[in-house]
């Protein structure tokens, strides 16, 4: 299994919608686990962290499933502004250090 | 938001040239970080200072070289770069903790063209 795996996109939603990503990790012994959002030309930013009984920040989601290795967000009435790519972030193999996918692109359209 | 600084903001070099780029983070942590990333492409971690002594270092090439002063300060020697070296630098900062891995606060990084 690849150390951490994250559908590049584009996903393509219209204003409104509810959409929803997912990342897979391979290190089961996985602690700390985090969302950032990226635009484009700029830094990485915290969107929020996932704890394990899942946690909401108005109208975004985290959950963790522990099971089947993976985190989920979802972003509920998606607005025009949450264009962005989305980076998934855990624990590496080693557990030593964070390690980021290669993000998922979200496009909102009017 | 002034977190963690880096300059400059972008820097064009010849191969031949040698430069620095410098990053300083306000939060009090006591661990930074540099990345590449590449257009397309993920985050590279390139190496890692915690309580200012480097425990990381990614198999990054010797042309790239790191400093860091203190826990506020880590800057990137560069010399003799190849073109394929053109990247977005991204220096990061977080708090280390014995067990635990917090998150990670990006400066707006260093796009950097080699010509």
């Known amino acids: 299994r690849k150390e951490v795996e994250q559908d590049p996109g584009p996903f393509n939603v219209p204003e409104g919608a509810t959409v929803a990503f997912n990342c897979t990790y391979s290190?089961?012994?996985?602690?700390?686990f985090f969302w950032y959002r990226q635009d484009c030309r700029k830094e990485p930013k915290l969107l929020m962290s996932?704890?394990?009984s899942g946690n909401e920040d108005g109208r975004f989601t985290a959950q963790l499933n522990r099971a089947s290795q993976y985190i989920s967000l979802l972003i509920r009435d998606s607005k025009l502004s949450d264009s962005a790519t989305y980076l998934c972030?855990?624990?590496?193999?080693?557990?030593?250090?964070?390690?980021f996918g290669g993000g998922t692109r979200l496009m909102v359209k009017p | 938001e002034t977190g963690v600084t880096q300059t400059p903001r972008h820097l064009v070099m010849g191969m031949t040239n040698k430069k620095s780029l410098k990053c300083e983070q306000h939060?009090?942590?006591?661990?930074m970080y540099w990345y590449k990333q590449s257009a397309k492409k993920p985050l590279e971690l390139m190496f890692v200072?915690?309580?200012?002594?480097?425990?990381e270092n990614n198999s990054v090439p010797s042309r790239f070289s790191p400093e860091c002063p203190n826990s506020s300060h880590l800057f990137l020697h560069l010399h003799t770069l190849q073109p394929e070296d053109s990247a977005l630098y991204l220096c990061?900062?977080?708090?280390?903790?014995?067990?635990?891995?917090?998150?990670?606060?990006f400066g707006p990084g260093t796009r950097l063209t080699v010509l």
């Open positions: 972030s855990f624990n590496n193999n080693a557990g030593n250090m964070l390690t």
């Open positions: 996932v704890y394990s």
């Open positions: 290190n089961s012994a996985s602690q700390s």
């Open positions: 200072y915690s309580l200012e002594e480097r425990v």
């Open positions: 939060l009090g942590h006591n661990a």
């Open positions: 990061a900062s977080s708090q280390a903790a014995s067990g635990t891995l917090s998150a990670q606060y």
